[in-house]
């Protein structure tokens, strides 16, 4: 585990999962958190009703204890330092969310990417569009577990999303995925490397995406739209179905 605050309030428990790849569980121990001003860690993209929130664990680490502006306390369920993928849950149920998608129905040329550092997006109310192409997918029996896009500037921390053209999840990019883990699968490639000033964003396909919260027993939504949505329509539904988290 890596050293910080956040790992001196938890309890560890551990499973294996995901193709033999160790998954931590924590739990935390009640103990008292001094008051602090919150301070923006990033965004989660919202998968189920009953308030399940994925996001990168890199956003969270060293973090006493989280919360939302409009949600209240969050509690960690489960990470994967491998995966850099944290699952946390908001009280109460009804939540707006983000159905699982098709990573094959992406644009590699025009990928739907929102995201935006911590401050700027809280300011806004909203994730962004980011401008970017896709650079490589891995994938295993025609399911895509890795993905990379080549975007404009670095998201360290922050969740940032691919929708395919239904508007549902196809990747979420982490930034401290561990050395050697896309190489399982056939890699294929997609666009030219990154030009100067560009940088390449490592992310999660929706195959491993699902493979994660079939192991946590979450009901996350997979059925696609009917039609596209349009540009208005994402943001205004990402505007809910996305949970700004503070770090204490």
């Known amino acids: ?84 993928l944290a699952l946390l849950q908001a009280p109460g149920g009804g939540t707006p969310h ?30 962004v569009r980011i401008p970017g192409r896709l650079f490589t997918v891995s994938s295993s029996r025609r399911n895509a577990l890795y993905m990379s896009f080549v975007i404009p500037e670095p998201q360290a921390g922050n969740a940032v999303l691919v929708l395919d053209r239904f508007g549902g999840i196809a990747a979420l ?18 666009a030219p490397i990154p030009r100067d000033g560009e940088v390449r964003e490592k992310a999660l396909g929706e195959a491993l995406l699902r493979q994660f919260l079939d192991h946590q027993d979450v009901a996350y939504a997979s059925a696609p739209a009917e039609k596209p949505p349009t540009a208005q329509e994402t943001v205004e539904h990402l505007r809910t179905a996305t949970t700004l988290i503070e770090c204490r």
């Open 98 to 127: 983000v159905a699982l998608g098709d990573a094959r129905a992406v644009d590699p040329w025009k990928p739907l990417i929102f995201g935006g550092p911590a401050a700027r997006a809280a300011q806004a109310g909203e994730l």
């Open 173 to 190: 990019v982490v930034h401290e995925l561990k050395p050697g883990v896309m190489l399982h699968g056939d890699s294929e490639i997609w």
């Open 1 to 84: 585990m890596r050293d910080g605050a956040m790992n001196s309030h938890r309890r560890m428990t551990a499973t294996i999962g995901l193709a033999g790849v160790l998954l931590i569980a924590p739990a935390w121990v009640g103990l008292p958190v001094a008051a602090q001003d919150p301070k923006p860690a990033g965004f989660g993209v919202n998968v189920s009703a009953d308030g399940h929130i994925l996001t990168p664990l890199s956003a969270i680490d060293g973090c006493e204890a989280l919360s939302s502006p409009t949600r209240g306390p969050l509690l960690i369920l489960h990470i994967h330092e491998d995966l850099d």
